[in-house]
């Protein structure tokens, strides 16, 4: 399974652009990259996946370069209610491997105003 | 359901005592993980159920720990001889597909946990 390396906690302002890197070296051909948010008291909740380049929805975008050795979680515009714990996973989903899909210790963001 | 409910939403129980915790996914999702949460660190892994039988259960720690989904639908996560370093919130996910198929068969609903506290 492919281990992943996030950074322990990162700081932000409302308003600004966060970007949270994932690295995930010894990633497989037939991995995903999935990102997940993490109230307090909640469990988590899938915010975007992608297999490679750039994938984005209404809430985040994920941009993933060709060698697929890491991502990066961009997050436009923070608020105050994005303060939340982020996990990064990555896991297979073609050939069934991702079963036991692996959390991190997350990366704990803290927006202020 | 609407979502992935899990109850009790809290238990405290006494070492040594049993423990039964219930979950109940989204309707129709075939894949169900258990995973265990204790306080600063990420969800581990515990096991997996394809259906009614369980796929993967290398993450349980010993075997006081036990999990079943007669019918494929609500699974029940069981701890005998309850220890206090059992104390954690246990988190349930379903998904739609496991195994193979389109992406996004691996994207995990959870529940809200059930926080267990083993005096």
């Known amino acids: 399974l492919a281990k992943t390396t996030q950074p322990i906690s990162m700081d932000s302002y409302e308003g600004q652009e966060v970007n949270i890197t994932c690295s995930h070296n010894?990633?497989?051909?037939?991995?995903?990259i999935t990102w997940y948010q993490q109230f307090p008291s909640q469990g988590p909740r899938f915010i975007i996946q992608g297999y490679k380049t750039k994938v984005t929805n209404e809430v985040a975008s994920l941009f993933i370069p060709a060698d697929r050795k890491s991502s990066t979680l961009s997050l436009p515009r923070v608020s105050l209610s994005d303060t939340a714990v982020y996990y990064c996973?990555?896991?297979?989903?073609?050939?069934?491997?991702?079963?036991?899909?692996?959390f991190g210790t997350g990366t704990q963001l803290k927006v202020e105003l | 359901g609407a979502g992935v409910s899990q109850t009790p939403s809290n238990k405290v129980t006494e070492k040594g005592k049993y423990v039964e915790l219930r979950c109940d996914p989204i309707s129709g999702h075939t894949a169900l993980y258990w995973y265990r949460q204790s306080l600063g660190q990420g969800p581990e892994f515990l096991i997996y159920f394809q259906g009614t039988g369980a796929a993967d259960d290398s993450g349980l720690p010993n075997d006081r720990f036990f999990a079943v989904r007669p019918e494929g639908s609500v699974s029940t996560l069981k701890i005998q001889r309850t220890e206090r370093g059992d104390s954690a919130v246990y988190l349930c996910?379903?998904?739609?597909?496991?195994?193979?198929?389109?992406?996004?068969?691996?994207?995990?609903?959870f529940g809200a946990g059930s926080r267990l506290t083993v005096l």
């Open positions: 996910a379903s998904s739609l597909k496991g195994t193979g198929g389109l992406a996004g068969a691996n994207v995990l609903t």
């Open positions: 996973l990555v896991g297979d989903l073609l050939t069934g491997g991702g079963n036991k899909l692996t």
């Open positions: 010894n990633i497989a051909t037939n991995d995903y």
